[in-house]
């Protein structure tokens, strides 16, 4: 019988499932069941031959779908059929796939945990980082879909909401209270080329054949270049120098000093171990950083610092700077930086800042760049370890030269100095 309106409607439902077969279009037929529900189905082979497999797939709900549609769309199962493709098995992963969400939690415990390119440990913090962003912007826009639906056109809207900011709100936190999530355009970059490499986890785990944010266009990193002047240099000394009620206070000005007398990066510094500090070679010895083992050579004003610490830590302290509350390191950097800053005037300096300092004093004194890169491990973790086994290079004379010229500055107190050694209550040892 030829399929049409009328003849649907006229055929009756029997005791058994019944399909009649349409005349014009081979293997598109009607489904009828005992109950009355009527449904369009096709039925193909996939392969070729007689003895290639024979699936049938439902194309519709007559009722929901008009005879019309269920032709269209049975001619387009054929067509893939004809390709080798197989439609109801394509149906059958879209049915079972992922959902962002789900991904993002996949990643979170076993793809984050490693660089892709390299196979190296990440710092928990990276981990935290990245996992917080994808549950911040990712999951709450995007987490109900299906991974294997995602197209380029998907992301590229992803993006424009992201700098939009239509995933910024603020939430209880449970570490630090408030989390205020914000949008813009940085933040849809960084976004982004997260939700790429975590669609890369998913390529390789052959969750999806290709990843669909290549060639989305982002916008440009505003790379930022704040620099201090040796006048807010001294300023930035003198508020260090000025007592403060805070706790931590002490604490925190002996790592902002070694921030920009080393030039090293936050984290390093904050979660300093006493077996990476080589006072014999006056150098950090560091195990991990953002480009992996790090040689950062001291200058002297920071190896007075350092030895100052040394004779108020416990023989068998691990961290340099330990945190009152708990085993680990120290944390509370943001909140007295916001307090030193304020009171040196420099209200728009991050503490990353102190890092492009270090460089730009290097630079304006006659320091070499390859020097200053080396200094700062721009390079491969295995170039920065040509100078773990050496005491005195021109890296090492480098770095006291700048750390001079910035200590002159910022009138960092001597190792005698009584300023140097002053902790509150707080923070001395037990």
């Not at 945990?113 to 390299?118: A, D, P």
């Not at 006048?231 to 790592?255: N, V, Y």
Request: charged share 30%.
């Amino acid at each position: 019988m030829r399929l049409t309106k009328r003849s649907v409607d006229a055929v009756m439902p029997e005791a058994v499932d019944r399909i009649y077969w349409d005349d014009e279009l081979p293997m598109f037929g009607l489904r009828v069941r005992p109950a009355g529900k009527k449904t369009f189905v096709v039925q193909y082979r996939v392969g070729g031959g007689r003895k290639a497999r024979l699936r049938k797939l439902t194309v519709g709900v007559y009722g929901t779908s008009t005879v019309d549609e269920a032709r269209i769309e049975a001619k387009a199962v054929l067509r893939k059929a004809g390709l080798g493709e197989d439609p109801a098995e394509e149906r059958l992963r879209h049915r079972t796939a992922a959902t962002v969400a789900e991904l993002i939690d996949i990643w979170s415990t076993t793809g984050v945990t490693t660089n892709r390119r390299t196979g190296e440990a990440r710092s928990p913090q990276n981990i935290a980082n990245e996992v917080a962003q994808a549950n911040h912007h990712l999951k709450p826009l995007i987490g109900h879909r299906a991974v294997v639906d995602l197209t380029r056109s998907d992301i590229e809207h992803l993006r424009n909401q992201i700098a939009k900011g239509d995933s910024r709100t603020k939430r209880k936190g449970r570490k630090r209270g408030l989390v205020n999530v914000k949008g813009g355009a940085g933040t849809a970059a960084r976004t982004i080329r997260l939700l790429s490499s975590i669609l890369s986890f998913a390529v390789d785990q052959r969750l999806i054949e290709r990843n669909p944010a290549l060639g989305v266009k982002l916008a440009p990193s505003q790379k930022r270049h704040r620099y201090l002047s040796a006048a807010e240099i001294r300023q930035l000394g003198q508020a260090l120098d000025t007592p403060a009620a805070s706790p931590t206070a002490g604490k925190a000005a002996t790592i902002i000093r070694l921030l920009i007398l080393t030039g090293a990066r936050r984290g390093e510094i904050e979660a300093l171990k006493w077996p990476e500090v080589d006072f014999e070679f006056g150098m950090l010895r560091l195990e991990s950083s953002k480009t992996g083992a790090k040689i950062i050579p001291l200058a002297g004003a920071a190896i007075d610092l350092l030895v100052a610490e040394r004779e108020w830590a416990n023989d068998n302290a691990k961290w340099v700077f330990p945190a009152a509350r708990s085993d680990g390191h120290f944390d509370g950097l943001s909140k007295e930086w916001c307090r030193i800053r304020k009171a040196a005037g420099i209200g728009d300096v991050r503490i990353h800042d102190l890092r492009h300092t270090f460089a730009s004093v290097g630079a304006s004194g006659g320091v070499g760049l390859p020097l200053i890169g080396g200094i700062l491990g721009h390079r491969q973790a295995s170039t920065t370890q040509r100078y773990a086994h050496l005491a005195d290079t021109p890296l090492r004379r480098a770095a006291d030269e700048i750390g001079r010229q910035i200590a002159a500055k910022l009138a960092a107190p001597a190792l005698k100095d009584d300023r140097c050694v002053a902790r509150t209550k707080a923070e001395a040892r037990p």
